[in-house]
């Protein structure tokens, strides 16, 4: 048994080592497909990968797995199931239980536990599990399942922050941010790969569409290779910028690199996870490491500043919703043309679309043209979102699968309605305290004085400080609730960004 294993394994690396003569293979990669610090561990979580339905759940030792998201019994979703006491997953439609290699460990209505175990024995009572990971925080995915894909998937590496494993006091890691996008994992490369619509898009957050977009050159650093991707440098570069490396490494990630003259690094760390047509799912976080001086180096816009990780997810919706409302429409008027080739159907004429070109190029020559999605999916292109309200939305695109921003919510609503409800006591201690004075004042005067004088006496210090209250408090219950419609949808107009 150790020999065959053996075998399979050195054709496993020979298959591996003769890869680059290759077409890309796309399910036999790692994928980031989550955030673990963002995940509910008391139930499971439905994603999709490469156009198949992906059950995550976290069992009884703690680590996180990844099943197809049905149950062998009826094909009922295991997403829509319990994670048990005991740390197996139940099946609610008839109450099957899995382990976390995808054995079935309970199948409660047999007849008695001998026939029980003897089903449970059989392969096709096994759920069909993937191999996972957890690395620098995120949960990674082979899609593909077996005992051969076990041993593939130890001979990959998952695409890492190499910095970050160096566990160096001058490296500092700023949060995951992680969002389903309403477009297609190439067109989110494509994006990341052009520099030149930074100024322009992000026009406000990262520098000045009409001062900012101006020329340069693009000079590959790294050739074509089906693996390995390739890597371009951006000259010239700011005034405090050394060099600006652009960095592909496919499936999933790509790596921008801002080294400083003053020794300092930025790192954009961004990944994209094909899950279904016209969608990615994107991952992202900046990377810095202080110079010699522990000087940390400036940020992405406003992002670069400490703050909550839930605030930072909030805001995010600045920066992506930008363009997305490019991306989206963008992705449909190609397939509407019908064109062969990406090439074909648009104007590329400056050196700036270099590495765009280039993506485009590795897509068609090295990874046979596109995804290739599961064959249970539907690959056709979904329609254009015409109703922004569903283009922007963010619930379903973050919050519903992310804990930090569920738990945010929740106290900002209660702080909203605890501003209510203290603006409506201030209120009603104003109306008591002026009552009670106007009371006193009125029983003072003469009974002749009194109708008139009962409409001129003016409120005392602590009714006007309490119907300030009563307002301020009034305000920030509304300017909570306002802020909060920010974890549900955002709204972006080009246009309305002076």
């Known amino acids: 048994m150790t020999t065959q294993t053996s075998l399979q394994e050195d054709r496993t690396i020979e298959q591996f080592k003769t890869e680059e003569e290759s077409t890309f293979p796309w399910t036999k990669q790692w994928y980031p497909i989550a955030v673990v610090d963002f995940l509910d561990s008391s139930r499971p979580h439905a994603m999709q990968l490469l156009g198949k339905d992906i059950v995550l759940w976290r069992d009884g030792e703690n680590k996180w797995r990844c099943f197809e998201d049905f149950c062998p019994h009826r094909l009922a979703p295991l997403s829509e199931g319990r994670v048990e006491s005991d740390g197996t997953l139940l099946c609610a439609y008839h109450a099957w239980r899995f382990d976390g290699e995808g054995k079935c460990v309970r199948i409660p209505q047999s007849k008695d536990k001998e026939t029980e175990a003897k089903?449970?024995?059989?392969?096709?009572?096994?759920?069909?599990?993937?191999?996972?990971?957890?690395?620098?925080?995120?949960l990674w995915v082979w899609p593909e399942s077996g005992d051969?894909?076990?041993?593939?998937?130890?001979?990959?590496?998952?695409?890492?922050?190499?910095?970050?494993e160096e566990n160096s006091d001058r490296v500092v890691k700023l949060f995951w941010n992680i969002r389903d996008l309403p477009y297609g994992w190439d067109f989110f490369m494509e994006n990341v790969v052009d520099p030149a619509h930074v100024p322009v898009?992000?026009?406000?957050?990262?520098?000045?569409?009409?001062?900012?977009?101006?020329?340069y050159d693009m000079l590959r650093v790294r050739e074509m290779s089906t693996q390995e991707g390739f890597s371009f440098e951006i000259t010239p570069t700011a005034p405090h910028i050394a060099q600006a490396v652009n960095d592909f490494q496919p499936p999933c990630h790509m790596r921008i690199v801002s080294n400083f003259k003053d020794g300092g690094k930025l790192i954009l760390a961004l990944y994209a996870s094909p899950t279904r047509p016209g969608w990615c799912r994107h991952i992202g976080c900046q990377v810095f490491v202080k110079n010699d001086a522990g000087k940390t180096?400036?940020?992405?816009?406003?992002?670069?500043?400490?703050?909550?990780?839930?605030?930072?997810?909030?805001?995010?919706s600045l920066f992506l919703h930008q363009d997305a409302v490019f991306l989206h429409y963008q992705e449909k008027t190609i397939?509407?043309?019908?064109?062969?080739?990406?090439?074909?159907?648009?104007?590329?004429?400056?050196?700036?679309?270099?590495?765009?070109?280039?993506?485009?190029?590795?897509?068609?020559?090295r990874a046979g043209g596109g995804i290739p999605w599961a064959s249970e999916c539907n690959s056709e292109l979904p329609s254009a979102e015409r109703d922004k309200q569903k283009l922007f939305d963010v619930w379903t695109t973050h919050t519903q699968h992310c804990q930090v921003c569920q738990n945010a919510l929740k106290n900002i609503n209660r702080l909203s309605v605890l501003a209510y409800v203290v603006a409506v006591i201030s209120f009603a201690v104003g109306v008591m305290v002026d009552g009670r004075y106007v009371a006193m004042k009125v029983a003072a005067m003469p009974i002749q004085q009194t109708t008139t004088s009962f409409l001129t006496v003016i409120p005392p210090a602590g009714f006007w400080w309490a119907l300030g209250s009563a307002i301020l408090f009034g305000i920030v219950g509304?300017?909570?609730?306002?802020?909060?419609?920010?974890?549900y949808v955002y709204e972006f107009e080009h246009a309305h960004n002076d």
Not at 125 to 136: D, F, H, N, V
Not at 301 to 308: A, D, E, I
């Open 119 to 138: 089903h449970c024995s059989n392969k096709k009572s096994s759920a069909i599990a993937y191999p996972t990971q957890e690395i620098q925080g995120l």
């Open 148 to 164: 051969q894909a076990q041993i593939e998937s130890q001979l990959r590496k998952p695409r890492i922050i190499p910095e970050i």
């Open 201 to 215: 898009s992000h026009h406000g957050i990262v520098g000045n569409r009409y001062q900012d977009a101006k020329y």
């Open 297 to 316: 180096p400036k940020g992405l816009g406003f992002f670069g500043l400490p703050m909550p990780i839930w605030l930072g997810h909030v805001l995010a």
């Open 335 to 365: 397939a509407k043309r019908g064109k062969n080739r990406w090439l074909d159907a648009v104007y590329t004429p400056n050196p700036q679309d270099k590495m765009t070109i280039a993506f485009r190029q590795w897509l068609e020559k």
């Open 478 to 487: 509304y300017l909570l609730k306002k802020f909060s419609r920010l974890f």
